[in-house]
């Protein structure tokens, strides 16, 4: 193979096999770096209809003042569409974005190298899928490189690049450099389950399916704490419903499967049910949420408030609280110093309040009642958080909600499920990227970017648990296991060592 600078540049001509979103998407891309592009499908109709999409998009882009009218021509002039395999020849790179099913990419690959020379590169679009799986049985494996790009492909920064085992260092450095110059950012994702961003995902929808399952609070509610206390774009049932659930559900197999069905991986009942009932999401009409005409969505109804404001206290060691208990004093709640109080804890009149740690309220307080908040990304601004009670005194939640009420802060009541909801995901978030990183040698700042950029958190799991401190999400997880007697909140190995270490 020549070296990565000489393999693919600004003249390479642009093969995409399949026209479906992702190819079409691609295509775009690439014609607006200012690549001839020629695209091909087994179904012709379906390719002509992705050229005309690609007009509507930069039609659409040129409304709207983001794009000349000059320059949507010459990215039209740039897209040819041809009839046949054969009608790649001359191509530098060809991307495939056909099924997701590992047989038809590997015939793909086949005949593609009876009409290619050995120094075109070939990429797939794969998103699960081994890419050593995918060059195996080829004559020249090591130009097979995996591409990952997001959907939609012309707004999505992020492409995961991967390398099987036998991809060729030089094509995975060209195209590293070629997504640069198309105005990407690339990472390097490990040849494993899910790459990056769809392993590292998966906690976020499965520990939020597993507490509705255990009826932490309805859909609605476990919504608006991940998204508003959580910080993430949107809540995991609204963004499932949005994916398609039977989409979201594949994705989720397919990482069981590849990881020989480890039970963190494990589809959830649930989810299933929903695709067995023809609830696919938004697409269908039905999903988590009713998305039919005249359909209401529905809104989480915060705690009432208690008529009296309570007297309050605050640990002498506040921790992850001090910017909630600054925000309560400067809103005019008169907060008394008191060194007597646990660590990370409040008393509101004479009960206690402190931070999830994982543990249940009711398992926690002994017999003695007790209120448990959950995490927040940025208790300084938070909108909402979420609480719980121990056994028998969820009238003591008014009472938290009055308190809270001079900070701007709405209280949603949760069920005592172990860990609540956005210190269980996050713990469980940081755990997969701790173990990501453990076990393939991926690095930290890839997995951080990826996330960001790919799957829309607001910061990388791994800072998150620099955040956090590793020795408090060790903590959480073992509390989890405990109390669920399940592998799946196993501890990374690394999380062990920076904890031992006192490093992040």
Not at 340 to 353: G, I, N, R, Y
Not at 472 to 486: F, K, M, N, T, W
Request: with cysteine; proline share 7%; net charge negative.
């Amino acid at each position: 193979m020549p070296e990565a600078d000489a393999l693919l540049g600004p003249h390479t001509v642009v093969g995409i096999v399949g026209t479906g979103s992702m190819g079409v998407g691609i295509a775009q891309v690439a014609a607006q770096a200012g690549h001839a592009v020629r695209l091909f499908d087994a179904q012709p109709s379906v390719a002509q209809a992705a050229l005309q999409r690609i007009g509507n998009d930069l039609a659409t882009a040129v409304q709207r003042g983001r794009l000349q009218p000059a320059q949507r021509s010459a990215v039209m002039e740039r897209l040819t569409l041809v009839d046949s395999i054969a009608g790649l020849d001359g191509c530098g790179l060809v991307v495939e974005a056909v099924a997701e099913r590992l047989e038809v990419k590997q015939a793909l690959f086949r005949q593609l190298e009876q009409w290619l020379p050995a120094a075109t590169v070939l990429a797939t679009n794969t998103s699960s899928i081994s890419i050593t799986a995918v060059a195996h049985g080829l004559m020249h494996p090591g130009r097979v490189v995996g591409w990952h790009f997001f959907n939609p492909a012309p707004r999505m920064r992020l492409v995961e690049v991967v390398r099987g085992l036998d991809t060729d260092h030089a094509v995975a450095d060209a195209v590293s450099q070629l997504s640069r110059a198309w105005g990407k950012t690339p990472v390097d994702a490990p040849n494993t389950p899910g790459f990056i961003v769809n392993r590292v995902a998966r906690p976020f929808y499965a520990e939020s399916l597993r507490l509705l399952s255990e009826q932490l609070a309805p859909a609605p509610v476990i919504d608006q704490l991940l998204h508003e206390a959580g910080g993430f774009p949107m809540g995991p049932f609204q963004l499932i419903d949005l994916i398609g659930v039977d989409v979201n559900l594949a994705v989720t197999e397919s990482v069981f499967a590849a990881t020989q069905f480890d039970t963190r991986y494990a589809p959830h009942p649930l989810q299933q049910e929903l695709v067995q009932a023809g609830r696919l999401g938004r697409k269908s009409g039905r999903g988590f949420y009713d998305y039919q005409l005249d359909a209401a969505m529905p809104t989480p109804v915060p705690v009432e408030p208690a008529p009296l404001r309570p007297a309050l206290r605050a640990s002498a060691q506040p921790g992850l609280l001090a910017p909630l208990i600054e925000r309560l004093r400067a809103g005019g709640q008169v907060v008394v110093g008191d060194g007597s109080l646990p660590p990370e804890s409040l008393a509101v009149d004479e009960v206690t309040v402190a931070l999830t740690d994982g543990r249940t309220a009711t398992r926690r307080g002994e017999g003695e009642p007790l209120l448990l908040l959950d995490l927040a990304r940025d208790f300084a601004t938070t909108r909402v958080l979420g609480a719980t009670a121990s056994t028998g005194h969820h009238e003591l939640l008014p009472g938290l909600a009055a308190a809270l009420e001079p900070a701007g802060v709405e209280l949603l009541a949760l069920d005592d499920v172990a860990g609540l909801g956005v210190m269980r995901v996050a713990c469980c978030l940081v755990n997969e990227a701790a173990d990501l990183c453990t076990w393939t040698g991926t690095l930290p700042a890839d997995v951080d970017i990826a996330m960001v950029l790919g799957a829309g958190h607001p910061q990388g799991p791994l800072a998150w648990g620099e955040q956090l401190g590793a020795q408090r999400v060790i903590s959480v997880l073992e509390h989890l296991q405990a109390h669920y007697g399940d592998s799946r909140y196993r501890r990374s190995p690394r999380l062990w060592r920076m904890a031992a270490a006192h490093r992040s």
